[in-house]
Nanobody
């Protein structure tokens, strides 16, 4: 089973930046994508960004497009989410997950991902 561990969250003021890290380990069979998701209190988990492991396509949610960037360090088996120009509405617990994706839109679909870590909290104050 694939496991993921998120880190890098914290508290920042609006307009600030954070870089989240995701370390994935375990069996990788059938895994072809990595996604970042977030869940705010009282809200459903939503997809933020995702990409295919062959780096053919990346998809961002409209709410973060132009502000967030997902990247990967193959040598370290790490995935990152660079978050710039943060807004109070970005406040949430952030999760990464390896998944099995079919089609670009599935990159930020919950149905593509089944293994979740503990998450890392991001709090943005106004």
């Amino acid at each position: 089973q694939v496991q993921s561990v998120e880190s890098g969250g914290g508290s920042v003021q609006a307009g600030g930046s954070l870089r989240l890290s995701c370390a994935a380990s375990g069996a990788t069979r059938n895994i072809n994508c990595i996604g970042w998701f977030r869940q705010a209190p009282g809200k459903e988990r939503e997809g933020v960004a995702g990409f295919f492991l062959d780096e053919s396509r990346t998809l961002y949610a409209d709410s973060v497009k132009g502000r967030f960037t997902i990247s990967r360090d193959k040598a370290r088996n790490m995935v990152y989410l660079q978050m710039n120009a943060l807004k109070p509405e970005d406040t949430a617990m952030y999760y990464c997950s390896p998944g099995t994706c079919y089609g670009v839109l599935s990159l930020i679909s919950l149905r593509s991902y089944h293994n979740w870590g503990q998450g890392t909290q991001v709090t943005v104050s106004s």
